[in-house]
Each structure stands twice: as C-alpha cells, then as structure tokens.
C-alpha cells in the first residue's frame, strides 16, 4: 500500500492548499492596511482644520496684544494724529434720501 506523501499529485495538492492560506491571509492584511490608511488620513484632516483654528485663534492674540501695548503707551500730544475736522463738526457725511 503506497504512502499518502508518495502519491502523484499529493504534494502539488498540499502546495495549493497552503497557497490558498497565504493569498487569503495577504487580501486580510491587505484589507486591514487600507483601513487603516483610510482612519489616518482622516485623522489627518480633522488635524489639519483644528491647526488652522488654533493658527487664527494666535493671529487674534497677537493682534490684540498689539493693540492693547499700544494703547497702553499713550502718545504725547505731539505724536496724535490731527483729528480731520479741527471745527469740531461731527466726522460722518450725512445725505438726505428722497422717498
């Protein structure tokens, strides 16, 4: 009685059988990296925009920052601006609509 091993074809049939494993468990590994490829590059984005707020949350700081230090140096009356109407008149144009 022949041994299995010894058979024609046996060790071809082990031979697919464990390539069948190797495929199935390559598209798995496959499947897992693109979502995780998917979740990072979302994280990505939503990390990109909460960088952008933050980036103009700093601007308006700064900005502030700037505004209160200067006032906080009064200018000597020398170093104002001249107001633009020296007679006192009120700086808004007024217009008269017609209905």
């Known amino acids: 009685m022949a041994i299995s091993s010894t058979l024609k074809g046996m060790h071809n049939l082990k031979t ?8 199935q468990s390559n598209y ?10 998917t979740r990072l590059r979302s994280e990505q984005i939503r990390l990109n ?8 949350r700093l601007k308006e700081i700064e900005e502030f920052n700037k ?14 601006p001249e107001p633009e109407n020296k007679d006192g008149d009120n700086q808004w144009k007024t217009m008269e609509i017609d209905y």
Not at 28 to 37: C, G, Q, S, V
Not at 67 to 80: D, L
């Open 16 to 23: 697919i059988h464990t390539q069948k494993k190797e495929s």
């Open 28 to 37: 798995l590994k496959l499947y897992i990296l693109d979502k995780e490829r």
């Open 49 to 56: 925009l909460r960088l952008e707020i933050i980036n103009s």
């Open 67 to 80: 505004f209160v230090v200067a006032n906080e140096n009064p200018q000597t009356e020398s170093q104002k």
